[in-house]
């Protein structure tokens, strides 16, 4: 595998988070613009917000590893996939990208290029449901990676299309992305005092999922696995 310098891949996690936000906002402010329906404005996120997805991990990939996620990158640093060094410079990459994003978004809509979120996103369901939808994302991630690598890119971008409609906060499952939706008042915003609780429930679904997913994944030792073999 081709290794890639630290400048080329924290521009990778940035372009690649930038993107991601700006078809997250930038489809929610147009299906908002064509439909007063709102299933069908989230079903039109949803579908976007997938379909990138799948583009993105395939092309970026291979470079950064495709994380765009604070959550995906605190998990790959604690499972040694990920240098500790290399985590800082990682998250600054990604909420820059995200913000970046943002801006585009609204620049291709003539909006005003930051606008505080109004959109109330608090409670116990919308953290819990962001807990699961993190925790649901890196359990997908770390399988994939595992089983079917050249699947991942179809893994992610299908969970998330379909966490869009299983979880009550519409599964923002990643804190840049958060940060970032705080600065538009459209269809996918979010308070800006609402976005801590979001990043807290996020990382704990990823912590959570390293814990658990990480034991399920963890074969039996050799010498276990013969030691059953000879007993039965």
Not at 87 to 98: D, E, K, T
Not at 112 to 135: H, I, N, Y
Request: charged share 10%.
């Amino acid at each position: 595998m081709t290794a890639y310098t630290l400048s080329r891949r924290l521009v990778a996690e940035a372009l690649g988070t930038g993107l991601l936000v700006a078809t997250v906002v930038g489809s929610g402010i147009m299906a908002e613009t064509l439909t007063h329906d709102i299933a069908l404005a989230l079903l039109a996120n949803s579908l976007a917000t997938g379909a990138m997805l799948v583009v993105l991990i395939t092309i970026l990939g291979p470079i950064s590893g495709a994380h765009f996620n604070p959550a995906v990158s605190l998990a790959s640093c604690l499972g040694r996939t990920l240098a500790a060094a290399d985590l800082a410079p990682y998250l600054a990459a990604q909420f820059v990208g995200g913000i970046a994003g943002t801006m585009a978004a609204h620049l291709m809509f003539s909006l005003p290029v930051l606008d505080m979120a109004m959109k109330v996103r608090a409670g116990p369901a919308q953290w819990f449901s962001e807990a699961v939808a993190t925790f649901g994302l890196v359990a997908v991630i770390l399988a994939g990676v595992r089983f079917e690598q050249k699947a991942v890119p179809w893994l992610v971008g299908l969970y998330i299309t379909a966490a869009y409609w299983f979880t009550a906060s519409t599964s923002f499952a990643n804190p840049a992305v958060a940060v970032a939706r705080a600065f538009t008042n459209s269809f996918s915003g979010i308070r800006p005092v609402d976005v801590p609780g979001f990043i807290g429930a996020e990382l704990a679904g990823a912590l959570i999922a390293m814990m658990l997913i990480g034991w399920l994944l963890r074969p039996q030792p050799a010498h276990q696995s013969q030691s059953a073999k000879a007993q039965s």
